[in-house]
C-alpha cells in the first residue's frame, strides 16, 4: 500500500503539492474557524454594570442592545452604504483598466500595467491614508486646486472614506477583472462584430455577462476589506463605523462582549455575501 502511495505522488505532482499543503492548510482553517468560535462565545457573555467584570453568563442580551438601539443600526447601514459604493466606484473604474491590459495592450504594455497596479500594494497601508489626510485637509492641496475655481474639498467625513477606500482597493478589483477578461476569447468578440454587434452591444451581451463572476470576485475583496476596517475612517473621518465601535468596545469601553457580538455582524453579512457570490461563480474567477 506504501509502494502504491508513492508511486502515485511520484506520478502526479499535483498530488505532492496537495499532500504538503494539506497540513497548513488544515491548521489555517481549525485556527480561522476557532477564533470564529471563540468570537460568538465572547459575545454572550455578559458585562457587570456595577463592577465592570464579564461575567460568563450566556444569553442574547448583547444582540438585543444592538438591534433595539438605533445609533448601532445607523452604524450598520452607513459600513455597508460605503462598502457598497466603494465596490461599484472600483468596478466602474477597473473595468476599462483590466479590458486595455487584457485585450488592448501589447505583451511589453501589458507587463507594465501590471507592475503598475501592483506597485501601490508595496506601500504602506498608513503612508496612503495618512496622504490622503493631508491632502484632504483645509490646506490640502485638494482645497488648493479647486480654490481657483470658486470649489471646495470634501474635507473629513463620509466622501472622503469612500473616496480613500475607493483608492486602496481599487487593485483587488482590476487584477480578478483582468483574470477574467484574459479568459474570453478573442475570437468571441470577432464572433460578435461580425454578427453586427455594435461595441455597446458586444460589451453588454458578451463582455459583462461571462466577465460578471470575476467582477464579483473583486467585489469580495473590496467589499470586505471595507467591512472591517477602522483605521482609515478614524483618520479621515468623525463617524463611526463598525470597525470603530469594536475597537473602542475592547479599548476604552472595556466591553469586551458588546465588541465582540457587534463584530460578528459582518462576519454574517460577509457569509450571506459570500453565499451570493458563490451563486454567481465567483469563486472560480479567484
Sequence with gaps: ??????????????????????????????????SLAVLFVASLWQLDDFSGEIV???????????????????????????????????AILAFPIAFYMAKVATPRVRALLVVAVLMPLWSSYLVKVYSWRIMLQESGIVNWLLEPFGLHG?????????????????????????????????SVLDASGDLG???????????????????VAGSIF????????????????STQFIGNVVYANVGIANN???????????VAIMIVYLLIARRLGAFESL
Excluded: C
Aim: charged letters at 10%.
Design 1 to 34: 500500500m506504501g509502494r502504491r502511495l508513492t508511486g502515485f505522488l511520484w506520478r502526479h505532482p499535483r498530488a505532492q503539492l496537495g499532500l504538503l499543503l494539506s497540513g497548513p492548510v488544515g491548521w489555517l482553517v481549525i485556527a480561522y474557524l476557532g
Design 256 to 266: 469586551l462582549p458588546l465588541a465582540a457580538a457587534f463584530a460578528t455582524v459582518p
Design 197 to 215: 454587434g455594435k461595441p455597446w452591444m458586444t460589451f453588454r451581451r458578451v463582455i459583462l455577462p461571462l466577465a460578471l463572476p470575476a467582477v
Design 56 to 90: 460568563h453568563d450566556y444569553g442574547l442580551q448583547n444582540f438585543q442592545e444592538l438591534w433595539e438601539t438605533p445609533v448601532y443600526r445607523t452604524i450598520v447601514g452607513r459600513t455597508v452604504a460605503i462598502a457598497a459604493a466603494v465596490t461599484v466606484t472600483d
Design 154 to 186: 470634501p474635507g473629513f467625513g463620509n466622501v472622503a472614506t469612500w473616496l480613500v477606500f475607493s483608492y486602496l482597493w481599487l487593485p483587488f478589483m482590476v487584477l480578478p477583472i483582468y483574470a477574467g477578461l484574459e479568459r474570453i476569447p478573442d
Design 222 to 237: 473590496t467589499f470586505s476589506l471595507t467591512l472591517g476596517d477602522y483605521i482609515t475612517p478614524q483618520l479621515v473621518s
